[in-house]
């Protein structure tokens, strides 16, 4: 465990002096004072004012932005120190391949999800400040939320950084992953229901296996219960899960295949070629 910590520890304090860890953290706190600047707390959509307005908006825009961050900047965490040669002094310290291979995973998930906590916290401080009401059962949904989709994503990135044998395979690999989710919100959905060959509840199955689709749904769900935005697809989720059990899942399947997708990175890790 200590070796883990020191690992993690070491990990955090590199992904601070970095440029993407800036921009990364400016991105993040900019939208939230933009979307204050813009008077967001005082418009209402369908019935959402204040800070549930600001946080819709803000869930919204990191569902987007968060998955490709994640991806490219933990991509270059193996395949980097392959290049670098770090795996050759790594093998000569009392170090385990295991404590390295998770504590960078747990100091990079440390500093990837603190940035986009610390932006809405700050913004339920300014809240409170301006006696905006905050709605805190939102904000703890959607701060769950992002962590899982920032443990989906960062155990996706650390196994494309496991396989790839450069940096710049493991970051071409990462923006077309990244670029597939993104194509496949509700196209693949759309283009089985029309054609109407398969059951309508194997086409919802099919997109929901997509990470991006449940996290986007799981946004919807929270201010539009019933998913009437999703058209009849909505029958077969409410059907199938009801509204808390979806939820429930839009944080477990995340968190679930980051976890797996970390570990199938660590047993072809192990067994690799590391020099």
């Known amino acids: 465990m ?4 020191l690992t993690a520890h ?12 800036l921009i990364y953290t400016g991105v993040f706190g900019g939208i939230v004072a933009l ?13 959402f004012i204040g800070l549930s307005r600001l946080l819709v ?3 919204q825009l990191t569902m987007a932005i968060l998955p490709i961050f994640v991806l490219i900047t933990t991509v270059r965490s193996v395949a980097g120190d392959r290049e670098a040669g770090v795996f050759e002094y790594l093998l000569s310290l009392p170090v385990s391949l295991g404590a390295w291979f998770w504590g960078k995973i747990l100091g990079r998930y440390i500093v990837i999800f603190a940035p986009v906590f610390l932006a809405m916290l700050a913004a339920v401080l300014i809240a409170l400040v301006k006696e905006i009401e905050v709605p805190w059962g939102m904000f703890g949904y959607y701060t769950a939320l992002l962590a899982a989709m920032a443990l989906c994503f960062l155990g996706l990135g650390m196994l494309i950084s496991a396989v790839a044998r450069s940096t710049d395979m493991a970051q071409g690999a990462a923006f077309m992953t990244w670029l597939v989710l993104l194509l ?11 054609q109407g060959r398969v059951a309508p509840e194997i086409a919802v199955g099919i997109a929901l296996a997509n990470p991006l689709q449940v996290f986007r749904t799981a946004a919807l769900a929270l201010f539009d219960p019933q998913l009437i935005v999703l058209g009849p697809s909505a029958y077969v ?5 009801g509204v808390l059990g979806y939820k429930i899942f839009a944080l477990a399947y995340p968190s679930v295949l980051g976890l797996a997708a970390a570990a ?10 590391l020099p």
Not at 35 to 47: D, H
Request: net charge neutral.
């Open 2 to 5: 200590k070796q883990l910590w």
């Open 10 to 21: 070491l990990d955090i304090v590199e992904s601070l002096r970095a440029r993407w860890f």
């Open 35 to 47: 979307l204050f600047l813009f008077g967001l707390t005082e418009s209402r959509v369908l019935g």
């Open 57 to 59: 908006t803000y869930i």
């Open 184 to 194: 496949f919100l509700d196209l693949i959905l759309l283009g089985i229901m029309i």
């Open 237 to 241: 989720i409410l059907d199938t899960f």
């Open 264 to 273: 199938l990175g660590y047993f072809i890790f192990r067994r690799g070629d």
